[in-house]
Antibody, heavy 119, light 107 residues
Framework: QVQLVQSGAEVKQPGASVKVSCKAS????????INWVRQAPGQGLEWVGW????????GSAQKFQGRVAMTRDTSTNTVYMELSSLRSEDTAVYYCARGWVVVDALDIWGQGTMVTVSS | DIQMTQSPSSLSAFLGDRVTITCRASRDISNYLNWYQQQPGKAPKLLIY???SLQSGVPSRFSGSGSGTDFTLTIRSLQPEDFATYYC?????????FGQGTKVDIK
């Protein structure tokens, strides 16, 4: 079935980097975008960025620019999001979601990856 | 950035009630508006895309309407599985901002 499976929980110190993976299966990987959305504990959803899986085109919210990088491995249908210079405010569940380009909506979501930033 | 404001932030309702949640954009976003449902501890689920199109597999008691700056999500007859938090999201501009969410719980 169509699914996105994310890597496991991470605990990082302030100033470190984290790399979260999102493995797609059950559909044509190159025909959809992957978006990243995060949710701090008890808070709402915050859009982080997106990338096209058939190229290196990507974009992110201005608050993350310079700190976030998205890459892809087409041999394993996996997208990676790396967030650097972590601070406590980055503690959140990070979701990847498939971008259904035709209607511009996020139709399939990963299970989420908890990233905790703590000294 | 386009700001999305939902109202109310929370509401209590009985099973079988009709529930309406509104979402207002800070500028015209045409119909580039999606609605998601999130159960506690789970990933969000797409309900409505393009302001009014029902995602496949979503019950017909859910409907969306609006265009421009004002949008509405309606649940016709509230069922036990509908108690959740609902988010709107605009995809007209980047960043693709979400509303702050509306929590629907049992009265």
């Amino acid at each position: 079935q169509v699914q996105l499976v994310q890597s496991g929980a991470e605990v990082k110190q302030p100033g470190a980097s984290v790399k979260v993976s999102c493995k797609a299966s059950g559909y044509s990987f190159n025909n959809y975008e992957i978006n990243w959305v995060r949710q701090a504990p008890g808070q709402g959803l915050e859009w982080v960025g997106w990338m096209k899986t058939n190229s290196n085109n990507q974009g992110s919210a201005q608050k993350f620019q310079g700190r976030v990088a998205m890459t892809r491995d087409t041999s394993t249908n996996t997208v990676y999001m790396e967030l650097s210079s972590l601070r406590s405010e980055d503690t959140a569940v990070y979701y990847c979601a498939r971008g259904w380009v035709v209607v511009d909506a996020l139709d399939i979501w990963g299970q989420g990856t908890m990233v905790t930033v703590s000294s | 950035d386009i700001q999305m404001t939902q109202s109310p932030s929370s509401l209590s309702a009985f099973l079988g009630d009709r529930v309406t949640i509104t979402c207002r954009a800070s500028r015209d976003i045409s119909n580039y508006l999606n609605w998601y449902q999130q159960q506690p501890g789970k990933a969000p689920k797409l309900l409505i895309y393009g302001a009014s199109s029902l995602q496949s597999g979503v019950p017909s008691r859910f409907s969306g309407s609006g265009s421009g700056t004002d949008f509405t999500l309606t649940i016709r007859s509230l069922q036990p599985e509908d108690f959740a938090t609902y988010y709107c999201q605009q995809t007209f501009g980047t960043p693709r901002t979400f509303g702050q969410g509306t929590k629907v719980d049992i009265k």
